[in-house]
């Protein structure tokens, strides 16, 4: 059985490029536009991981892992954080907050399979 994606990210190029990527790797992918339609999606089809961008308009990524951790059923999903936001600060409230995974953009496809297999592993 295929390992399953969820993909949250707002800029549909970078969603599509790297879906693409995770589907050509044998990864199921699930992508979402926004914190809200990635939440209706997870109520439907639970997936084994979850990337994440942290800005987004409406719901950002630290509310979407709010949303997540305050229910039993999605609080132990694996979750990657992804921004273009380098800095450290951001960095630290997102280990602050149990994610340890933490793409800055651009990233490449070596750095998306080592936090991806980091997570599934842990």
Do not use: H, W
């Not at 050509?24 to 997870?42: D, H, K, P, R, T």
């Amino acid at each position: 059985m295929k390992t399953t994606i969820l993909l949250i990210e707002d800029n549909d190029d970078i969603r599509e490029n790297t879906a693409e990527l995770l589907n050509l790797e044998g990864y199921q992918v699930m992508s979402a536009n926004c914190g809200n339609q990635a939440l209706e999606m997870i109520a439907l089809t639970m997936p084994d991981l979850i990337i994440c961008d942290i800005k987004m308009p409406g719901m950002d990524g630290f509310e979407v892992l709010q949303s997540l951790r305050s229910e039993s059923l999605t609080r132990n999903i694996p979750l990657i954080f992804s921004s273009a936001n380098s800095e450290q600060s951001d960095q630290k409230i997102a280990r602050d907050l149990g994610i340890e995974n933490y793409l800055v953009k651009p990233y490449d496809d070596k750095q998306l399979f080592a936090c991806i297999k980091n997570c599934l592993v842990s």
